[in-house]
């Protein structure tokens, strides 16, 4: 059977076009954004390319400082909720019986299937004032009020007079959950991917030698996949870090991210040289927290190897 090498017909049919599109389609509008990035506007639509740094500068005003630092730390926390919510629930996949496993799976995947808007509403539709949460907890709290009034305690009001809906939209906390909400499963199908190929023998190994189930978990299973916890923090936490719907519908007016912004300057402001500046100062974060990814990788492979 003929190689790659040396059937090189078949090689190029296969090669050449994804290779074109990419170019054309990819490569070609994001190396226009980039020299747009070095430009500045003139006139409503005019934009000149002089080699200009001054967007860069200007990305670096204290009020832009601000949406990048409270960006980074939205991302970061939706990381680790991501990673304390995920782990448990890989480690139950992985160990699930056999015709349980491929439920769990399905039901990590689909909301996959949903769009992501369509999600974002429901969630709008739970938090509200007059969503499920506060319906729900408006219910508890008249039951309550019902048995303390049959205890003789209504008088007292200890729990109120009146419900006091919780304030659950348009808030930072909002953006954070619904941040959590969308990313989970990002977070979960790495960690499954990597815990599903865990020789088990360690596992039974460590229990023998009389470890505990937390000990052999923490000193065996979280090594063991390691890997998979740091696709897992790099795929969630760079979507998450330009996350523009999330924020844009369940936060208020002081919850908005760096990709809000963004939005702004291409739209609104119609400021695209410094749109494009600030997207590819993100673009330059992904690279180095991919390039990082790779480093790490290369000298775990190196002390295995050693």
């Known amino acids: 059977m003929?190689?790659?090498?040396?059937?090189?017909?078949?090689?190029?049919?296969?090669?050449?076009?994804?290779?074109?599109?990419?170019?054309?389609?990819?490569?070609?509008?994001?190396?226009?954004?980039?020299?747009f990035s070095f430009g500045e506007k003139r006139g409503l639509v005019e934009i000149a390319i002089n080699g200009t740094l001054e967007n860069y500068v200007r990305a670096l005003d204290p009020?832009?400082?601000?949406?990048?630092?409270?960006?980074?730390?939205?991302?970061?926390?939706?990381t680790l909720i991501c990673l304390a919510v995920g782990?448990?629930?890989?480690?139950?996949?992985?160990?699930a019986p056999g015709r349980w496993k491929p439920i769990l799976l399905l039901l990590t995947i689909l909301p996959f299937w949903t769009n992501l808007l369509i999600r974002t509403y429901a969630l709008i539709a739970v938090l509200r004032t007059r969503g499920y949460v506060n319906f729900t907890a408006e219910w508890v709290w008249e039951?309550?009020?019902?048995?303390?009034?049959?205890?003789?305690?209504?008088?007292?009001?200890?729990?109120?007079?009146?419900?006091?809906?919780?304030?659950?939209?348009?808030?930072?906390?909002?953006?954070?959950?619904?941040?959590?909400?969308?990313?989970?499963?990002?977070m979960v199908l790495p960690l499954y991917a990597a815990l599903d190929r865990l020789d088990r023998s360690y596992l039974e190994a460590s229990l023998d030698l009389g470890a505990s189930q937390i000990r052999t978990f923490a000193s065996v299973v979280v090594p063991l996949a390691l890997p998979g916890i740091i696709s897992g923090v790099i795929i969630t936490f760079i979507p998450a870090l330009g996350s523009f719907l999330t924020p844009d519908l369940l936060g208020g007016t002081d919850s908005q991210m760096i990709a809000n912004v963004i939005e702004r300057q291409f739209k609104?402001?119609?400021?695209?040289?410094?749109?494009?500046?600030?997207?590819?100062?993100?673009?330059?974060?992904?690279?180095?927290?991919?390039?990082?990814?790779?480093?790490?990788?290369?000298?775990?492979?190196a002390m295995e190897a050693a």
């Open 143 to 186: 039951k309550a009020n019902a048995a303390l009034a049959w205890a003789g305690l209504g008088e007292l009001h200890l729990l109120g007079e009146r419900f006091e809906p919780f304030g659950l939209l348009y808030n930072n906390t909002a953006v954070v959950f619904g941040l959590v909400y969308v990313h989970l499963p990002f």
């Open 2 to 35: 003929d190689t790659w090498r040396t059937n090189r017909r078949a090689f190029w049919t296969f090669f050449l076009p994804p290779t074109v599109w990419l170019v054309l389609f990819f490569l070609a509008p994001l190396a226009l954004v980039w020299g």
């Open 87 to 95: 782990l448990p629930v890989a480690v139950a996949i992985t160990f």
């Open 63 to 78: 009020l832009y400082l601000r949406i990048f630092g409270k960006s980074f730390w939205y991302a970061a926390l939706t």
């Open 268 to 301: 609104s402001a119609n400021d695209w040289p410094f749109g494009a500046a600030l997207s590819f100062i993100l673009m330059y974060v992904t690279f180095f927290a991919l390039a990082l990814r790779a480093v790490t990788s290369r000298g775990r492979s």
